[in-house]
């Protein structure tokens, strides 16, 4: 049994525990020609650094805002789908939509960009539609602007079917008879929304958000490197894509590994501690 | 077809109505960019200006895929990524079950308790960027294909849902197989895997997609272009809109446009995961749900 256990234990102990101690490197002015055992130590020089540099604090504004218009927005776009699908009568209309509706969930970002940039972009098809009905054109890929609601709206539209999974099926998990006896005391479709569906749910919802929670500091690092470029660093730098450029690009290691630390850090906080909140509230938490 | 309960009242005109131009605009915007992308790809560029809604090729021609794969860059990115995710896939699996498997049987394994906390805690803390990196370069693994796939062989969570589903399995069927003399190897692959085909299937496909569409570890560790898998040739080409390695050959082909070769490219990049997906799809829901649901 132990053989069985051993590849996937090494994969963890190396890949999994051993970065942990990488981190020292927060510590350093980490030189990767140097190493961890000669480079110099600088105590918390890069921690009291993070909170002074403009670049990062702008990072971190970013990384917010973003963070805080998906959960305003994306959080709740599959729970909007999923009970809009549940009342769906027919099974084969609604699988067929779950079929295509899931299907973005799989194209990997790079390929979500590229086909954005085809729908949006300067020379794409929505400024030629514009363009007969005679309006003017709209740079939308490449507006600094309007970079976080693009960001949102890709997110949406990649992840809004496959989120209804799992409130799909707690729906199902709903006894019926507890709609039959709403109905019969004369609760309406939306009453019986408001005080059967989503209470029944309400355990799913608060388990998501608990861990949605934990990566409030780490939006999309694939999709905003990707178009990074197109809007400029002022509108699209977040903690991921800063930790990337200064660190590996930048050869600035301690720094980012501070920066990464601190964000790894505060993440798992706010996770233990929604979770705590959670259950004080006489919900069930995640762990 | 289902039919409404009784008790549910047939909803209003006007619900419906919305509720059809609700569910109607998001299957269009969700499938309408590719079938335009696909669309584009097969179209000749003297028929067609960029930016027309196409549902149908105008002017049909293959010409586009027959420079690509006549050429180097593309074909090559196809096989590295082929490959990568094959072998990914493999060793993903193989060291997902085995693990899965042993740490499902807690009461014959002392220490899978804590190994199990182990693996728990990397799903709440994880090591940044650049520690990840220094300890792949550390390794030895720069300019590898096996730094595409190593570093990322087990993801804690699946690995979990497999467990979870381990777990579910009746103990009177291990209990069975041992009587009839099968050691646990052979437990595992006889009774096992074939009761766990649907969640097995799910899970490689979340591995194999992981694989197929990851851009950024080959971007972190492979310096030499000519290595690169396709994600990273597209982004490269499409996003960057930097020539391919073939780019005498696209000069004297000068009636496709860039653009129907970016678009060529995409779809030889999407292709792949449109042929497993209808597939795999009916196990989506139990493969999520599996893991998902429970803490």
């Not at chain 1, 084969?92 to 939509?97: E, L």
Request: glycine content about 8%; proline content about 6%; some cysteine.
């Amino acid at each position: 049994m132990y053989v069985l256990i051993a590849p996937g234990l090494l994969f963890f102990v190396v890949f999994r525990y051993l970065p942990l101690l990488g981190n020292i490197a927060a510590w350093q002015d980490y030189s990767p020609f140097l190493g961890f055992r000669r480079s110099p130590w600088v105590g918390w020089a890069n921690f009291a650094q993070i909170f002074s540099d403009p670049e990062l604090l702008n990072a971190l504004r970013n990384t917010l805002l973003l963070s805080g218009l998906q959960i305003v927005f994306a959080f709740p776009a599959p729970l909007a789908l999923a009970l809009l699908l549940n009342s769906v009568i027919s099974v084969r209309v609604r699988r067929w939509i779950q079929t295509v509706v899931y299907l973005p969930h799989f194209i990997g970002w790079v390929i979500v960009v590229s086909i954005w940039n085809q729908m949006l972009g300067p020379t794409g098809v929505l400024n030629h539609v514009l363009k007969l009905f005679g309006l003017k054109a709209a740079d939308i890929i490449g507006n600094p602007d309007s970079f976080a609601v693009l960001v949102t709206a890709q997110v949406i539209w990649k992840e809004v079917g496959w989120g209804t999974i799992i409130f799909l099926a707690a729906m199902l998990a709903i006894p019926q008879e507890l709609y039959e006896s709403a109905a019969l005391d004369r609760a309406g479709p939306w009453r019986r929304i408001w005080h059967v569906t989503l209470p029944g749910i309400a355990s799913v919802i608060i388990l998501l958000l608990i861990l949605r929670l934990g990566s409030v500091l780490s939006v999309g690092f694939e999709q905003i490197l990707l178009q990074q470029p197109a809007v400029g660093a002022d509108a699209a730098q977040t903690l991921d894509t800063f930790v990337y450029f200064r660190g590996i690009n930048g050869g600035d290691w301690g720094l980012a590994t501070a920066a990464g630390l601190v964000k790894g850090l505060v993440g798992t906080v706010l996770v233990l501690g929604a979770n705590r909140a959670a259950k004080k509230l006489g919900g069930e938490g995640v762990f | 077809m289902a039919t409404r309960p009784i008790w549910q009242e047939k909803p209003s005109t006007f619900v419906s109505v919305l509720k059809v131009l609700v569910l109607a605009f998001t299957v269009v915007v969700t499938l309408y960019p590719f079938i335009y992308v696909i669309a584009v790809s097969l179209s000749n560029p003297k028929v067609y200006t960029p930016g027309d809604l196409l549902l149908w090729p105008k002017g049909f021609t293959t010409a586009a895929y027959q420079l690509i794969m006549a050429g180097q860059t593309v074909p090559r990115a196809l096989v590295v990524s082929v490959c990568v995710t094959t072998v990914g896939t493999l060793v993903s699996m193989f060291c997902t079950v085995t693990m899965a498997y042993g740490l499902s049987r807690t009461s014959r394994v002392p220490g899978a308790r804590p190994i199990l906390l182990l693996v728990l805690f990397t799903m709440l803390f994880s090591a940044g960027i650049i520690p990840s990196y220094l300890v792949v370069r550390g390794v030895g693994l720069l300019d590898n294909y096996l730094a595409l796939i190593v570093p990322g062989a087990i993801s804690a969570f699946n690995l979990v849902v497999i467990r979870n589903f381990f777990m579910n399995i009746p103990e009177e069927l291990y209990d069975a197989a041992r009587i009839d003399g099968a050691g646990e190897l052979q437990i595992l692959w006889r009774v096992v895997l074939p009761l766990s085909k649907a969640v097995l299937a799910v899970i490689a496909l979340f591995y194999g997609v992981g694989y197929w569409n990851s851009f950024f570890e080959a971007m972190l560790y492979l310096n030499e272009p000519r290595m690169w898998p396709i994600q990273l040739i597209l982004r490269q080409y499409v996003l960057q809109a930097e020539p391919l390695g073939d780019a005498a050959r696209e000069q004297t082909q000068v009636h496709l446009t860039p653009e129907t070769i970016q678009m060529t490219v995409l779809v030889l990049a999407t292709v792949p995961i449109l042929l497993v997906y209808p597939f795999l799809q009916r196990f989506f829901t139990k493969g999520v749900l599996t893991g998902a649901i429970k803490g």
